[in-house]
């Protein structure tokens, strides 16, 4: 059997959260050892324009180009387009900075003349020299919509119009069921003659928002399990709170505990281990499942390389009996 620190890692993401895990995976491992499968249900048509928020978001991560300030969208961003668009009463609600244009425009002719999603994300990859491959979870079109207090709302509209202040009921993926699983992912998954990925992390993103879009098409569920590696989830709450984003408002919504115990009872059955922050380290009593406790904050490049470190050791170590004799 092949080295396991050859084999592929396989990562799920969403935007800045799973973006700052991918990064430090990048990092550690060799050229063409990661790939991301990347939420694509945040997606939709704005000024006649595709925008793919979470795609970007990894895109600009990896390959070096992110906006250490805002989290999204390109640093040395200049802003005239805006200044322009408002000035003729257009709609600035979601913001599209100069540098940040030129990728919606070009992904959006590549689309008009039949390029699939996944093929002009490979190719922009290509051209920033980005070490991992960056996969969208499909190129057929799923959406996610929020129930909220105040009616069903486009996502964009509730998280970046809204800033997510109406009180959440519930979440759809509108398109999911008869969505596919990108052919690239597949491939990922089902590596046929080759060894079994090292390992499947789900990055820290929201798991109802960021998460589920992917875990909810047809088969990916098969596939995760199908694919021969431990499935690691990397705890996206500290202390019952989301570093950024509204998780543990969502969860409280929901009726959920804004707990990392509730965010892996949510991953039951899909997941063999588990990360925990060392702030919340009085709770792994209560889990019954392969636990990795650390510290899981990331405000440095120093802090994802070293988080991805450890959760690829966690993972060699669940691995370990899966390869043993029977």
Known sequence: MSDSRTASVIALSGGIGGAKLALGLCKVLPPGGLTVIVNTADDFDHLGLRICPDIDTVL???????????????????WSFMQALESLGGETWFRLGDRDLALHVERTRRLHVGDSLTAFTAD?????????????????PVRTRIVTAEGELAFQDYFVRRRCAPPLRAVKF???????????????????QTSPPRAII??????????????ALPGMRALLRAAGAPVIAVTPLIGGEAVKGPTAKIMRELGLPPSPLTIANHYAGLIDGFVLDERDADLAGSLDLSLRVT???????EDRERLAREVLQFADALARPRRSPA
């Open 202 to 215: 789900i990055c820290p993103s929201n798991p109802y928002l960021s998460v589920d879009p992917i875990l």
């Open 60 to 78: 600009y991560t990896l390959a070096g180009l992110a906006n250490p300030t805002l989290g999204w969208g390109r640093r040395d961003e200049t």
């Open 124 to 140: 922009v990859a290509r051209r920033w020299r980005v070490r991992a491959q960056v996969l969208p979870m499909s190129d057929d």
């Open 295 to 301: 510290n899981t904050l990331m405000s440095s490049l």
């Open 174 to 192: 509108h398109g999911a069921p008869e969505a596919r699983v990108a052919p690239q992912v597949q491939d990922a998954l089902r590596p046929g």
